[in-house]
C-alpha cells in the first residue's frame, strides 16, 4: 500500500533532483510553465475523450466547521435579507459572503506559480521580493491559468492497485506505484495530461473522520516527480495535499510543492475528490476523460478556490 516509511532523501539527494527537475521539465522555464505543453491541439484531442456525456465535481463542499485540520475554516453568511426574515410586502434578494484561506487542509483549491518561495526565489528564479507585495503577486499569479486549463484527465488510483480503501497517513506514492497503477488500468500518461492521483485522503476522511493531517498524510515521495517530468504532464491533482507528511526529505517540509511548481512549474491542485470519479471510471471501464479546471478569476492571487469537472 504504497510505501510507508522510505528512507530519507539527504538534502544533497533533494537538491540533485532539484536540479535535474528544474533542467529537464518540458515548459518548466516558459512563462506558463508546463501549461505550455497544453497546445491548442491536446485540448481539441482531449475533447474526443466524451463519450457518454456524464459529469462530475472533483471539489469537495466548502468546509465552514473547525477540526483537527481544519484550524481556520471558511466563513459563509447570509447577508440579506437583514435578520433572515424577509419582508412579505416588497422585493428583496437573498445574499451571502464568503472567506476563506485558499490554502488550508480541506478545500478543495489549485496553487499559483508563485505560491513556493524557495531560498528566496519563485519558479524561475524571479526574486520573490520583486513580485510580491501585500497587494499581492506581480508575477506567477493564478491569472496565468485565467483562461481555464482544459485537457485530458487522468485518474491514476492508488488504493485501488493495492486493493485497500485509502492509504495510510504517511505511506508515499512511488513512481513504481504510478507505472503499476497505469499499467493496471490500461493508459499511459503522456504530454499534456492532466494528471490526478487518488490517495483515498477523502474516504478515510469521511468515514474514520478528520485528523491532524498537518502532520500524517498520504502523498507523493519527491522522486515520483522524475515519472511526471518523464511523460510531460501539465497539472498534477491529488485528493490529498500531494505532499506526504512527514517530509521524505530531511530538509524540506514540502518537498513536492517545492519541485512540482518552484523547479517544474506545474500548477498543483490540492484536496480534490475522487469518491464519485472512480466509481464512474470503473462503470465505463476507462480512466480518462475531459477535465476542466476553471479558478476564479484572481489576478494577484496565489491561487484560487476551484471545482474542475471531469466530463466522461
Do not use: K
Amino acid at each position: 500500500m504504497g510505501t510507508p516509511e522510505p528512507d530519507g532523501m539527504s538534502e544533497a539527494d533533494f537538491r540533485s533532483l532539484y536540479r535535474d527537475l528544474r533542467r529537464t521539465a518540458p515548459g518548466g522555464a516558459a512563462p506558463l510553465g508546463a501549461l505550455a505543453t497544453l497546445t491548442p491541439a491536446r485540448t481539441l484531442a482531449a475533447v474526443r475523450e466524451v463519450r457518454s456525456g456524464r459529469t462530475v465535481s472533483l471539489a469537495a463542499p466548502v468546509n465552514t466547521r473547525q477540526g483537527p485540520d481544519n484550524a481556520e475554516p471558511a466563513e459563509h453568511r447570509l447577508t440579506a435579507p437583514v435578520g433572515g426574515v424577509p419582508d412579505p410586502g416588497g422585493l428583496q434578494f437573498a445574499r451571502d459572503r464568503i472567506a476563506m484561506n485558499i490554502h488550508g487542509d480541506v478545500d478543495s483549491h489549485i496553487d499559483a506559480l508563485c505560491h513556493v518561495i524557495y531560498e528566496g526565489t519563485l519558479h524561475g528564479g524571479m526574486p520573490a521580493a520583486d513580485v510580491l507585495s501585500p497587494h499581492g503577486a506581480g508575477a506567477l499569479s493564478i491569472d496565468l491559468a485565467r483562461d481555464g486549463i482544459v485537457g485530458r484527465g487522468v485518474l491514476l488510483d492508488i488504493p485501488r492497485l493495492h486493493g485497500t480503501p485509502w492509504l495510510e497517513p504517511g505511506s508515499h506514492v512511488t513512481a513504481e506505484d504510478l507505472a503499476a497503477a497505469e499499467a493496471r488500468q490500461g493508459l499511459r500518461v503522456g504530454r499534456g495530461d492532466i494528471l490526478l492521483v487518488r490517495v483515498g485522503h477523502r474516504r478515510r476522511r469521511e468515514e474514520l473522520g478528520a485528523w491532524d493531517s498537518a502532520g500524517a498524510r498520504a502523498g507523493l515521495h519527491p522522486t515520483a516527480l522524475r515519472f511526471l517530468a518523464d511523460r510531460q504532464v501539465a497539472a498534477l491533482g491529488s485528493d490529498g495535499n500531494n505532499d506526504t507528511a512527514p517530509s521524505a526529505a530531511q530538509s524540506v517540509a514540502f518537498p513536492v510543492h517545492v519541485l512540482a511548481i518552484h523547479a517544474m512549474g506545474l500548477h498543483l491542485l490540492d484536496y480534490l475528490q475522487f469518491e464519485d470519479l472512480a466509481p464512474l471510471c470503473e462503470q465505463e471501464g476507462r480512466w480518462s476523460f475531459l477535465c476542466v479546471i476553471a479558478p476564479l478569476r484572481l489576478p494577484a492571487a496565489t491561487g484560487s478556490p476551484v471545482n474542475p469537472l471531469a466530463i466522461l
